[in-house]
């Protein structure tokens, strides 16, 4: 079964819009674990526009599950992963000022500074996922930096699904079946819905772990937290 790690941004964005602690993101993440979520992924930037560092250090200690902190490895943040010590670390190149994460790594150019980094975390013991487009010259640059697997940026595949084509998902269908022989493990996100998870799934091979949060937490709006993870539980097996 591919795993679901929920991605909680979008709980902190609510609670700095009014500021205070309602929701609660260590609660809502401990809820998560509870109706049967098996990771919980966050995303600090430098801004802190939505999970701040003190949340990261907060949930640190109470995620029982799967804890994936993903981001820019710029220095504050590999401090703050090597503090909190997640199971996984996710490496992300998204600009400061980028609303949302919107492109991978290349992992040709960016060789050598991609393997100095995830040395650093898998000598502290943490598992690492590099950020790439369904590009299979990414995915072989991504197995030259020593990292553990692979998260593919999934937009593209969504946006085609939505417009009723299918095919999106041909790339990614190509790229982890190159990652899995490369000895990569695959992570996927971004886009990902109700709507389209049981079909990229399903045609996907070797998906590890799914990390969903805007639509997850936009369908639990009208459906109710448990109920979304039931759903795409059930979707996931």
């Given amino acids: 079964m591919t795993k679901l790690s929920v991605n909680i941004n979008k709980i902190a964005t609510l609670r700095n819009a009014r500021g205070g602690n309602i929701p609660n993101v260590v609660a809502t993440a401990k809820n998560i674990e509870s109706f049967g979520g098996q990771g919980i992924t966050v995303h600090p930037r430098p801004d802190e526009r939505h999970i701040t560092y003190q949340d990261v250090r907060d949930l640190s200690p109470i995620v029982k599950t799967e804890f994936n902190i993903e981001g820019n490895p710029v220095a504050k943040f590999i401090n703050l992963v090597l503090e909190a010590q997640p199971a996984q670390v996710t490496l992300v190149p998204d600009a400061e000022d980028a609303i949302t994460s919107n492109v991978g790594w290349d992992t040709i150019k960016n060789k050598e500074f991609l393997q100095e980094i995830i040395q650093e975390f898998k000598n502290n013991g943490i598992r690492t996922s590099i950020f790439v487009?369904?590009?299979e010259k990414m995915i072989e640059g991504a197995a030259g930096t020593g990292t553990d697997r692979i998260e593919l940026y999934t937009e593209a595949f969504a946006v085609k699904y939505a417009e009723g084509d299918k095919t999106g998902v041909e790339p990614y269908k190509r790229c982890a079946t190159l990652a899995h022989q490369l000895g990569l493990g695959i992570n996927a996100g971004h886009d990902l819905s109700l709507d389209n998870i049981k079909y990229f799934?399903?045609?996907?091979?070797?998906?590890?772990?799914?990390?969903?949060g805007h639509a997850?937490?936009?369908?639990a709006l009208y459906m109710g937290l448990e109920n979304t993870i039931e759903k795409y539980l059930e979707l996931l097996k």
């Fill in 216 to 219: 997850l937490i936009a369908e």
């Fill in 133 to 135: 487009d369904p590009d």
């Fill in 201 to 212: 799934k399903d045609n996907v091979p070797y998906l590890d772990e799914v990390s969903i």
